[in-house]
């Protein structure tokens, strides 16, 4: 029956929890999503948002695709959030086996997660078409025009841009992690994003648990749906470091 426990018991009862996250992560961490109302896909654009962090716009209009980049893409100042801290603390008390996720601002390893699987890749791994060398998030912020490498190459952000397929390797650790749970969180995420949306299908274990703003296509199918805020949800649980188990 859905909503029939309250999550502190699914999780006190939880010892493979895999948290599968969206942009509504880090969303109180001040980093817009895409889809709500104030999200990037609401605002008005010549090139709506999507081709403009399309593969072909990469390669057909670099200048113009780093000019949105550096504008909407490179929160460098932001902060891990009450939910990125929690899932971490979960991890080092060995509650948590992995976060799976769609978010590329690296938060999730700011907070001190270590088993991390990025979908759409990192903003933080940045290297060259030419000769591989890598290069930071603020090399690339601080750059002017077409950020090039020292050999002359362009320097390619590694985000999964549209068009473009997801990492071999890190599919096989989402879905294995997924498939090994016993809760699986789901929060932040429309859950519209293919192929990372179908993700969800793999988990087999006790409890669905799902953490978002607005409704979702899989809202019927949860042990539990919390229209609200995942780091104000989160935040209140305990760590479960030190055998801390109160609220
Ligand atoms: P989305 O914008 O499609 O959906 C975000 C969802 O999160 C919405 O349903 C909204 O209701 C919910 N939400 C917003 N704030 C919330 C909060 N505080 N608590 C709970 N729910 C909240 O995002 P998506 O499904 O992740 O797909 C967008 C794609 O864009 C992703 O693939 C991601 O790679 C990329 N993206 C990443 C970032 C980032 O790295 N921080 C930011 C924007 C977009």
Not at 58 to 79: C, I, N, Q, V
Not at 130 to 146: F, L, M, P, V
Not at 206 to 217: A, C, G, K, Q, W
């Amino acid at each position: 029956m859905v909503n029939d426990m309250t999550l502190r018991e699914i999780i006190d009862n939880s010892r493979r929890i895999v948290f599968f996250g969206g942009a509504g992560v880090s969303t109180e961490s001040g980093i817009p999503d895409f889809r709500s109302e104030d999200g990037l896909y609401r605002q008005k654009y010549d090139v709506p948002p999507e081709v403009m962090l399309s593969a072909g716009y990469f390669y057909s209009h670099t200048e113009d695709f780093f000019r949105f980049y550096r504008e909407k893409m490179l929160p460098l100042d932001a902060k891990p959030n009450a939910a990125h801290h929690k899932l971490a603390q979960w991890e080092h008390a060995g509650k948590l086996l992995a976060v799976v996720t769609q978010n590329i601002d690296g938060l999730h390893q700011a907070a001190g997660s270590r088993r991390v699987f990025e979908l759409h890749g990192s903003i933080h791994r940045n290297y060259c078409l030419s000769c591989h060398k890598r290069y930071t998030a603020r090399e690339i912020a601080d750059s002017r025009g077409i950020p090039r490498c020292s050999c002359g190459g362009i320097i390619k952000p590694d985000v999964v841009l549209y068009e473009e397929p997801l990492d071999g390797d890190v599919i096989d650790g989402a879905l294995s992690a997924i498939s090994s749970a016993d809760t699986l969180i789901v929060a932040g995420t429309s859950l519209t994003v293919y192929p990372a949306a179908t993700f969800v299908n793999y988990f087999h274990g006790d409890s669905l648990v799902l953490i978002n703003r607005d409704p979702t296509p899989l809202d019927g199918k949860c042990t539990l749906v919390l229209h609200e805020k995942v780091g104000e949800v989160l935040g209140v649980l305990p760590s479960y470091l030190d055998g801390e188990e109160m609220a």
